[in-house]
């Protein structure tokens, strides 16, 4: 093969090959489409995740003194149940020595104080009950019927 027919022959390979190269670039190229908010198809719905909440921790079980407050609480309920109120409020006044985080002592001592028509008495222990049941609606019934018999006693 002479000079001249090499030459023409890798002049025509390299232009078959450009422009074989913009034939497949122009072939490949496809139109972009951009899409708006309003064209956009729509996406299907989501589901709702819901993560259960963790259930809630039970309560500790009681110190020994608050068992013991607890019996004592439930003997000055009964000794009120009986008519006995001198005898409750000792009684009632030793379990809150053992546990003064129990509004059952306060509301039981109110009603204990009530009875003995000390309605001042009666008052403050009603008061205290009401802070220590103030996230238990079924108490602060109980709460609230006591202090209208307080504030109707001592009128």
Known sequence: MTFKTAFITNSLRCALAAFMAALLLTACQKPMVVYTPTDRPAAPPRPEIRVPEPPPRPPPPPTPQQAAARQLTEEGRELLGADRADDAITVLE??????????????????????????????????????????????????????????????
């Open 94 to 155: 030793r379990a809150l020595s053992l546990d003064a985080e129990n509004g059952r002592n306060y509301y039981f001592l109110g009603e204990a104080w009530l009875r003995k028509r000390n309605f001042e008495q009666a008052r403050e222990f009603n008061r205290l009950a009401e802070l220590y049941f103030r996230d238990n609606p079924e108490w602060l019934r109980s709460v609230a019927r006591q202090r209208g018999r307080i504030d109707a006693g001592g009128q």
